[in-house]
Nanobody, 116 residues
Framework: QVQLVESGGGLVQAGGSLRLSCAAS????????MGWDRQTPGNQRELVAT???????NYADSVKGRFTISRDNAKNTVYLQMNSLKPEDTAVYYC??????????WGQGTQVTVSS
C-alpha cells in the first residue's frame, strides 16, 4: 500500500501562484508514476500532470506553460508549481501514484481556490 498526503492548497488571486506538495509513504519502492488530478463539483476528475521515476512529464493542455510538476525521489515527494492561476483552476487537487502492479492510489485532496 501507498499513502499520499497533500499540502499547499489555499486561496489565491488570479495571476498568482501556489505550490502543492505530496509526500508518499508505505510501499514507496514500488511507485512508478506520480501525478496530480483535479475535480470540481459535478465534473469528472481531470488529469493535470504526471511524472515518471525517470522524470518524464505529461501535462493537460489547459495547464501547459503555467504548471510544472517535479519530483524528489530521495524525499518521496512530488510537487506541482502552479503559476498564472486562473479562476477555472479552482478545484480539489488530488495527488496520485501508480505502482509497479499498475495499482493506483490517491491522497485526500487539497482545495485550491482562485479568485477573480
Amino acid at each position: 500500500q501507498v499513502q499520499l498526503v497533500e499540502s499547499g492548497g489555499g486561496l489565491v488571486q488570479a495571476g498568482g501562484s501556489l505550490r502543492l506538495s505530496c509526500a508518499a509513504s508505505g510501499s514507496i519502492f514500488r511507485i512508478n508514476t506520480m501525478g496530480w488530478d483535479r475535480q470540481t463539483p459535478g465534473n469528472q476528475r481531470e488529469l493535470v500532470a504526471t511524472i515518471t521515476t525517470g522524470g518524464s512529464t505529461n501535462y493537460a493542455d489547459s495547464v501547459k506553460g503555467r504548471f510544472t510538476i517535479s519530483r524528489d525521489n530521495a524525499k518521496n515527494t512530488v510537487y506541482l508549481q502552479m503559476n498564472s492561476l486562473k479562476p477555472e483552476d479552482t478545484a480539489v487537487y488530488y495527488c496520485n501514484a501508480e505502482d509497479l502492479s499498475l495499482r493506483h492510489f490517491w491522497g485526500q485532496g487539497t482545495q485550491v481556490t482562485v479568485s477573480s
